[in-house]
């Protein structure tokens, strides 16, 4: 059974006239009869009664012609359901995330994507910034926002955010008083800092800071998550720099200073987002465009 003989049999079913409905259709009367002689062999069973009052349906016509409708409607319902998937308007968006993007535009981000493209689902994964790297890499995540300098090989790149480091001192510390203070002034402190595995690149330059600055941090503690390492110095146990965008987490117990560096030792925190061009998912462009737009500078 073709669509096409359904269209032309709901079509004359309307019209009960030969003549009108192959009008309707945009086609000359030979066809449709033609066509509805081939659906009444299918089906096995006259659909209509021809006399000369007229074009009538049978029991089995009438039967039909509601099965008929819902069958067009759910193959035009199908065809927008593929074209939209072509377009990235259905499907789903796995987005991975470091957590320090909650405080530097991505909830604008998402709530900007989800208000234009509602019936695209989308998923979110908080991972560090080299598991986002290893998942795209991969094609197990559609997109990333990771705190990295420079997008690794293979890896499409926009830059949605760069921001100072600041120190981090319990809020009851003789440092907390200051306004600004110079990195040296950790140099006696034990010092808080997100891992090796999890950030490679940061946790490199910020030692590579502390010793341009002449100290070497001792004991050093490593965390796998930015909001551990304010939780801890907000709990007296060490100092740290972090992020400026973590000022927003509204810990207690923790105070944030601008640190002075004349010298440009510390890095800023840089936050791409990330993508796979080798993976074509239709709902990726669509927010990547969104990304360009609204991204926190």
């Known amino acids: 059974m073709e669509l096409r003989h359904l269209r032309y049999f709901l079509a004359l079913s309307d019209e009960l006239h030969f003549g009108r409905a192959?009008?309707?259709?945009?086609?000359?009367?030979?066809?449709?009869?033609?066509?509805?002689?081939?659906?009444?062999?299918?089906?096995?069973?006259?659909?209509?009664?021809r006399n000369s009052r007229g074009v009538r349906l049978t029991a089995?016509?009438?039967a039909l012609v509601p099965a008929a409708r819902s069958a067009l409607e759910r193959a035009q319902q199908a065809l927008l359901a593929a074209r939209d998937a072509a377009n990235g308007q259905v499907g789903?968006?796995?987005?991975?995330?470091?957590?320090?993007?909650?405080?530097?535009?991505?909830?604008?981000?998402?709530?900007?994507?989800?208000?234009e493209h509602a019936r695209l689902a989308?998923?979110?994964?908080?991972?560090?910034?080299?598991?986002?790297?290893?998942?795209?890499?991969?094609?197990?995540?559609?997109?990333?926002?990771?705190?990295?300098?420079?997008?690794?090989?293979g890896l499409c790149e926009r830059l949605v955010s760069s921001?100072?480091?600041?120190?981090?001192?319990?809020?009851?510390?003789a440092l907390g008083r200051q306004r600004t203070l110079a990195l040296r002034a950790l140099a006696d402190e034990p010092l808080a800092l997100v891992s090796r595995e999890v950030s490679p690149d940061y946790h490199?330059?910020?030692?590579?800071?502390?010793?341009?600055?002449g100290f070497t941090p001792q004991p050093l503690h490593?965390?796998?998550?930015?909001?551990?390492?304010?939780?801890?110095v907000a709990q007296g146990l060490a100092v740290a720099l972090v992020p400026a965008a973590l000022q927003?987490?509204?810990?207690?117990?923790?105070?944030?200073?601008?640190?002075?560096?004349?010298?440009?030792?510390?890095?800023?925190?840089?936050?791409?987002?990330?993508?796979?061009?080798?993976?074509?998912?239709?709902?990726l462009p669509a927010f990547i465009q969104i990304v360009r737009g609204l991204h926190a500078a």
């Open 22 to 49: 192959a009008q309707r259709l945009g086609l000359s009367q030979p066809p449709l009869t033609v066509a509805i002689q081939q659906l009444e062999s299918e089906v096995g069973a006259p659909l209509f009664t």
């Open 60 to 62: 089995a016509g009438q």
């Open 92 to 115: 789903r968006l796995s987005i991975g995330f470091a957590g320090t993007m909650l405080y530097r535009g991505l909830p604008q981000i998402l709530r900007h994507f989800q208000t």
């Open 122 to 153: 989308v998923t979110l994964r908080e991972l560090s910034s080299s598991e986002q790297i290893v998942e795209l890499q991969h094609a197990r995540l559609d997109v990333g926002f990771a705190h990295v300098s420079q997008a690794p090989m």
């Open 163 to 173: 921001q100072p480091f600041v120190a981090c001192v319990p809020s009851g510390h």
């Open 204 to 213: 490199a330059r910020i030692l590579n800071a502390c010793q341009a600055a």
């Open 222 to 232: 490593e965390l796998r998550h930015w909001l551990s390492v304010v939780s801890l």
């Open 248 to 283: 927003q987490a509204g810990l207690a117990g923790a105070a944030f200073i601008s640190v002075s560096d004349p010298h440009g030792a510390l890095p800023r925190y840089e936050t791409r987002c990330l993508w796979n061009p080798a993976h074509q998912q239709p709902g």
